[in-house]
């Protein structure tokens, strides 16, 4: 038997194209896995600008009303955990103001203040300017937690007719 011809593959054939397959899986995994990680982040950011948003929301719609504008409150409106919603009075040209009713210089000295979210409506601190007048524009500033998720959404808000 002379003239036989021999099919297969040697033991180094084998040998390189196992390792070239681990290599390609090597990469693929690593690709793989940090594609995952970078969606789970953005799902994390996606949920908390959402929720700072809904939250904001209910702020803007609870002072549809007036009464609630003037003693800038959001009775029954409850913020997630780790959650906080302030506003500033603003001017008629959206400048935050002082309590004396002045352009705040520079606008990060004008103050913030907590919203009130409580089940009855009573006033804020701040609420009115010094003068006892309720500003015309106000900033409602919902900010969430802190850390590399961290969002802070505004919306200025004017006040409602009667």
Do not use: H
């Not at 001017?91 to 309590?99: H, L």
Request: glycine share 6%.
């Amino acid at each position: 038997m002379r003239g036989r011809i021999q099919t297969g593959f040697t033991l180094i054939e084998v040998l390189v194209s196992i390792a070239l397959l681990g290599i390609l899986i090597a990469v693929l995994t690593a690709t793989l896995t940090g594609s995952l990680n970078l969606n789970r982040q953005s799902q994390q950011q996606l949920g908390t600008a959402t929720g700072a948003q809904r939250a904001m929301e209910n702020v803007r719609n609870a002072w549809t009303t007036r009464t609630n504008y003037d003693k800038a409150c959001a009775p029954g409106v409850s913020l997630p955990s780790g959650y906080t919603a302030q506003f500033v009075n603003l001017s008629t040209r959206a400048e935050p103001v002082t309590q004396a009713n002045a352009v705040a210089s520079p606008a990060s000295s004008a103050p913030s203040n907590a919203l009130n979210t409580a089940s009855t409506c009573t006033a804020s601190t701040n609420a009115a300017l010094s003068s006892g007048s309720v500003p015309l524009m106000r900033r409602i500033v919902v900010s969430s937690g802190s850390g590399a998720q961290n969002t802070t959404l505004s919306l200025d808000v004017l006040r409602p007719r009667e």
